[in-house]
């Protein structure tokens, strides 16, 4: 294998709400199938379900990072398999606050923390904003960014990201609407990166909201091809092969390269509230 080639993909799957201990044995079991992977990305929420009903199932099923069981879980996965394991979780912090965020677990047992800066609907009830923005982290040979399911929509935050320099944005979901799955293919051609949306399966009928998820999880690649793809209602695993050196190689012509050719001067009403 080649210096710059990397072996990414993602676990699909259906979680049941409540069902920590059911959920996160499911994706170990469902990690240690993929066949070699150096990162795989797990759905947002994904030890815990997502149509939550009130703060006291929050507070209940929320857990820390370095002390909660499904991160250690993870944890132990990610360095049977040498990969780095991004799995969404309820993450409760510092004075109470709950974030819905995605543990960065690493092979050789360190871990990191991406906290969803946009919530969608409902979660605006239960979760706190992001404070941490958008983060790089070194894994091995490659960078790696993640946002979370409704980050989606705002095309600054993969930007962010491609600007620090990651080549991989992961992107754990529980995707309801129908269009993040080809907007990706334009976050992946607009900054030159690999995105892997890893999205959940089924339905949730809870508090008079129902909810159907899906699916479709992808792996993207630079040039919008998509490279790995899953059906909208069944489990599954994806791993493949990429080439990060195209991710590095921002040049659309000779004479064009997507970050030289950026006129931030011009751009300053995107930060303005």
């Keep these: 294998m080649g210096s710059s080639k990397v072996r990414v993909g993602y676990v ?3 979680p049941k709400f409540g069902e920590k201990e059911r959920n996160v044995e499911k994706t170990v079991e469902m990690i240690r199938s993929a066949r070699e992977p150096d990162v795989i990305v797990l759905p947002e929420l ?7 009903t009130s703060m006291d199932e929050v507070l209940k099923l929320a857990e820390p990072l370095y002390e909660g069981p499904s991160v250690r879980e993870w944890l132990k996965a990610a360095e049977e398999q040498g990969a780095t394991v991004i799995a969404g979780f309820a993450e409760l912090a510092d004075g109470g606050k709950v974030y819905n965020s995605a543990a960065v677990c690493m092979p050789d047992g360190q871990t990191a923390v991406y906290r969803k800066v946009h919530l969608f609907y409902r979660e605006k009830l239960y979760f706190t904003p992001g404070d941490l923005g958008f983060p790089v982290f070194e894994v091995g040979k490659l960078k790696l960014g993640v946002i979370i399911c409704y980050d989606w929509v705002f095309p600054e935050a993969c930007r962010v990201l491609a600007l620090r320099g990651a080549e991989v944005i992961c992107h754990p979901a529980n ?4 269009y993040a799955q080809r907007a990706m293919l334009a976050r992946s051609i607009e900054n030159r990166v690999f995105t892997i949306t890893a999205n959940r399966i089924g339905v949730e009928d ?3 909201l129902r909810l159907e998820f899906t699916g479709m999880s992808q792996v993207v690649s630079p040039k919008m091809e998509v490279l790995a793809s899953s059906p909208r209602d069944a ?3 994806k791993i493949v092969e990429i080439d990060l050196s195209l991710a590095r ?10 970050f030289d050719d ?3 001067q011009f751009y300053t009403q995107i930060v303005l509230r």
């Design 12 to 14: 699909q799957f259906y």
């Design 46 to 52: 994904s030890n815990t379900g997502y149509n939550f």
């Design 262 to 264: 950026r006129r931030p």
């Design 206 to 208: 809870r508090g008079g």
């Design 249 to 258: 190689d921002k040049k659309i012509t000779e004479l064009n390269d997507i």
């Design 235 to 237: 489990e599954d695993v």
């Design 175 to 178: 995707l309801i609407l129908p």
